[in-house]
């Protein structure tokens, strides 16, 4: 424990953050039951004052989301060509976001799945058109006290306290990294 980074933040009456989510994983990228996969890497960013002596979010929250990157499109676990997507894949669009409780954001989104061809894996690899569509997906950002920048650094530990003690990752739902930075408030 680094005690004079637990005093820095102990002290703190409000507390600013900027909180980033990263998803870097192997997704499904076409709809349904089709062999299609690819790697995403997805961005999601959440901005909010955390009050140290109440351990609640207070203000405005502030949320806004990268474009969608792939990569290594396959259909995995077969010897069939690669889906072929007829527009963009969007693993995660924000459309609202609220306070689920006074330590918690709620984050709705869709996700965007594009019309593509894919194989008619396992009877062969003649590719057929399937229709794309969207679902709705939820993502929770919670509050965080900053006394985890005074946690001992243990690697592989549920949360990763950066070396310079400036961040903190925790790893969250459906392969999403939530890495917190906080900064003293006003």
């Known amino acids: ?13 409000f ?41 609640a979010i207070v203000g405005t929250v502030t949320v806004a989301d990268a474009k969608s990157d792939l990569s290594n499109i396959k259909s995995d676990k077969t010897n069939c060509p690669p889906p072929q997507l007829k527009d963009g894949y969007e693993h995660f669009q924000t459309v609202s976001h609220s306070l689920s409780s006074s330590e918690q954001v709620q984050i ?11 194989s008619n894996y396992p009877a062969s690899c003649s590719m057929r058109a399937i229709p794309g569509g969207k679902e709705d997906v939820l993502l929770w950002v919670a509050g965080v006290g900053p006394e985890a920048l005074a ?3 243990v690697p592989g530990g549920p949360i ?17 990294v939530w890495t917190y930075t906080p900064t003293l408030g006003p």
């Open 15 to 55: 507390v600013k953050y900027r909180v980033e989510g990263v998803h870097n994983a192997r997704a499904a990228v076409v709809r349904g039951d089709y062999p299609g996969n690819a790697d995403v890497l997805d961005r999601v960013t959440v901005e909010f004052t955390w009050d140290n002596k109440k351990g």
């Open 108 to 118: 709705k989104g869709t996700r965007t799945f594009p019309a593509a061809s894919v």
């Open 151 to 153: 946690m001992p650094i």
């Open 160 to 176: 990763a306290v950066a070396p310079d003690r400036k961040s903190f990752s925790i790893k969250g739902a459906g392969n999403w």
């Open 1 to 13: 424990m680094d005690l004079v980074v637990a005093q820095k933040w102990a002290t703190a009456t």
